[in-house]
Structure formats: structure tokens, C-alpha cells
């Protein structure tokens, strides 16, 4: 079965650090495009960040550049997203994404709170 599943959600003080994890199962993950995407509540999605196929290329969204890592571990057929510096604003539910064919994990929870 094709699927992605989130993980390493939960809640943190303002300038922590947490490591979410997106295991993908049915599909070789560094064969895609794979993207990072948060929902804030009464927000629309937005994409957070994106690493290419071959790995080489990362992009991320002005408001998360210089605190946000995305990465691969091909064995582990993982993707993962370090983020530090974490601010409030940084709360959302966060999604993986496969990008072509487009299939979605389920997200995980980050609250970034006092």
C-alpha cells in the first residue's frame, strides 16, 4: 500500500526544537519530489519546504529559511524536517507530500507555546 505517515509532532516552548519523521511504504521515496506543508488554524496550506529527487536542490519558505532543514534518508525511506527556533507562529498541523503522483500523510500536530 502506498502511503506516507508523519511522526515527532508535539508540544514546544518557544525557541525548541523538534525533528519530524514521514516514512514512506509502497513507493521508493528518493525517486520523487517531496515537500513539507503546515495548515495553521482558519489557514490555508502552505508549502514549508521541498527537496528534489536527486537530492540536491532544497527550497523553503521565507519564514522558515535559516531554521528549517529538510532531508532524506534514503535507507530509512524517510524524509524528515529539523526545525529550531521554533515560534509560536510555526503551530500548524504539518503534512509530507509525494508531489507527482500527489499522495499526502495524515499530519502531525506542533504546538509551539509557553
Do not use: H
Amino acid at each position: 500500500q502506498v502511503q506516507l505517515v508523519e511522526s515527532g509532532g508535539g508540544l514546544v516552548q518557544p525557541g525548541g526544537s523538534l525533528r519530524l519523521s514521514c516514512a514512506a511504504s509502497g513507493f521508493t521515496l528518493r525517486m520523487y519530489v517531496m515537500s513539507w506543508y503546515r495548515q495553521a488554524p482558519g489557514k490555508e496550506r502552505e508549502l514549508v519546504a521541498t527537496i528534489t529527487s536527486r537530492g540536491d536542490t532544497e527550497n523553503y519558505a521565507e519564514s522558515v529559511k535559516g531554521r528549517f532543514t529538510i532531508s532524506r534518508d534514503n535507507a530509512k525511506n524517510t524524509m524528515y524536517l529539523e526545525m529550531n527556533s521554533l515560534k509560536p507562529e510555526d503551530t500548524a498541523v504539518y503534512y509530507c507530500r509525494r508531489d507527482f503522483p500527489r499522495i499526502w500523510g495524515q499530519g502531525t500536530q506542533v504546538t509551539v507555546s509557553s
